[in-house]
């Protein structure tokens, strides 16, 4: 309130005085705005205090009581105030200002007005403006460009630079860092690599400015490697730099976010809001708990905790770490509480199998000021699939337009798809999907298919599964679930024909990883894997344990082997399973009674679901596994799903 305050000010003064400025009251407002400038930017303030103090300068009675009126110096110091605050209202008068003083067509002045509305979201008015200007320069042309790029406009962006370069118009690391902001958001790869190459062919591969918006671009396309090459070979580092290639490897799942997180504090980076931010989906992505711990204590450290969005996403965290109870605790201690800590706190007691819970916050939820949107629904209604509620579900999914007017969308109808499918009503999950408002997309199919495995359907499988293989030939996810289908039904020919299919597509299988937290650093295992120090001590206790298993009853399910292979055989194959590592190497390196967590890639097979029930009950543990799907908790040989999964 107190900046809009000082703007207004401004304003009022500027369109009430009339008195003759004086060269040397000009000159000492100039000195004084750069020396504001100049100051807050060596200080490190916050961009927004560096703001508000810039605006106190232009209100302060030295500049502006005695005499002195705004000119083409003042006003560009007073619109990067407002873009620097996203004052449009405030930055439009100040427009109405600068034409009735008579400097708008000053480049200064036009340039600082282009940067001011692109700053505020307005591309609109930034075009206009500088259609307008009699006279532009390298700096117009990046202010209208990077308005463009920031904004979502990523074509016309792009279009604009080849109307730059098309006019002759010297570009400079400004200009390519818009571009290549542009690229990343369009995920035009292509068009990336060609800015690269223009980058190294001018000398602005050593511009920091330039090599961070090349690794955030690399990133963005998913081209992870190439992205680290970037960074590895930058002379200079800041903090946006390790934070590109750090959010670049969390946004790809990539357990290298979390260790180059902690190469950065040890380079003596401090990391900011974004920085931590972007750390906290791969701590939730691997299950990474303590590491969590610690970038929540750091958001605390340097005063983050507060801010809204921080809340939901360290709700997240902890209920994606498997600990619901802190996540709970979270969520209770943020207030106000807005709709994303609820949809957070929610969908986490539903990821858990806590149908009950579920409801229960929902109720709560609606009993404030916050309506519900759809991705309240999407979780109400995953939560009540999980939980085997049909009836419930049902209700809620009719309550959506009848009492909130919210139109369900495709995936409230993956998640009624699997609710039908789970409760072994495959017909009518396959009416339901034929009555659909709108063509069925591949997560509503492949709901249908994981219920076919479920209850061994295979001439609807083989139906859906068709229809999987249109819509997305390179996910090899439904072909296993095929896969899965014929060979719990002894059809090894049907087996061969899958695997003869995806041969032919060049579709390869998803290798299933699974990792665990010990000490601060995650470990990934895959199916027989041998690459760990502690190998030989993993599968000796994995022998141990099978034997104690057998004695107590256990009895491997072969169904989940897709080979046709020796009974024996088969056996061997689910003893490797990358899941059965894990909980083995927890077991060798946690204390006597401690939970070990598991985070596994994929969706658990049945075989290890039973297993993991035999060891929860004969090493004294609690088990707690998160795969693709929902969390299973392991304690005294039974789990949390109630086997309902």
Known sequence: MKKMLLIVRLIHITNSRKSTISMTRATTWQTESQSCMSAELSKGDSAESYYADLLQVCADKKALVEDVEPDNFTFPCVLKACGGLSYLKQGQAVHVCIIRSGVESNLFVGNALVAMYAKCGSVEDTCQVFDKMPERDVVSWNSLIAGCAQNGQWDQALKLHVQMEEGGME???????????????????????????????????????????????????????????????????????????????????????????????????????????????????????QQGKEVHGS??????????????????????????????????????????????????????????????????????????????????????????????????????????????????????????GRAGKLDEAYEFIQKMPFKPDADVWGALLGACRIHGNIELGELVAEQLYELKPEKSGYYVLMSNIYAAAGKWDGVAKVREIMKDKGVVKTPGYSWIEIENEVHSFLAWDKAHPQSEEIYTTLESLAGQMKDAGYVPDKNFVLHDVEEEEKENILYGHSEKLAIAFGLINTGPGSPIRITKNIRICGDCHNAIKFISNIAGREIILRDINRFHHFKDGMCSCEDYW
């Open 171 to 289: 570009q400079d690391s400004v200009t390519i860092a818009s571009v290549l902001t542009a690229c990343a958001g369009l995920s035009a790869r292509r068009q990336g690599k060609e800015v690269h190459a223009y980058t190294l062919r001018r000398g602005f591969e050593w511009d920091i400015l330039v090599g961070n918006a090349l690794i955030a671009m690399y990133a963005k396309c998913r081209d992870i490697d190439t992205a680290q090459n970037v960074f590895d070979k930058m002379a200079k580092r800041d903090v946006i730099s390790w934070t590109a290639v750090i959010g670049g490897y969390a946004q790809n799942g990539n357990a290298k976010a979390l260790k180059l997180f902690c190469e950065m504090q040890l380079a003596d980076i401090k990391p900011n809001l974004v920085t931590l931010i972007s750390v906290l989906p791969a701590c939730s992505d691997l299950g990474a708990l």
């Open 299 to 420: 958001l605390i450290r340097n005063g983050f905790h507060a801010d809204v969005f921080v809340a939901s996403a360290l709700i997240d965290m902890y209920a994606k770490c498997g600990n619901i109870k802190d996540a709970y605790n979270m969520f209770e201690i943020f207030s106000p509480k807005d709709l994303a800590s609820w949809n957070a706190v929610i969908a986490g007691y539903g990821m858990h199998g806590h149908g009950e819970d579920v409801l229960a916050l929902f109720s709560r939820m609606k009993q404030t000021d916050i309506q519900p949107d759809h991705i309240t629904f999407v979780a109400v209604l995953s939560a009540c699939s999980h939980a085997g509620m049909l009836d419930v579900g049902w209700l809620h999914f009719r309550s959506m337009n009848q009492d909130y007017c919210i139109t369900p969308r495709m995936e409230h109808y993956a998640c009624m798809v699997d609710l039908l």
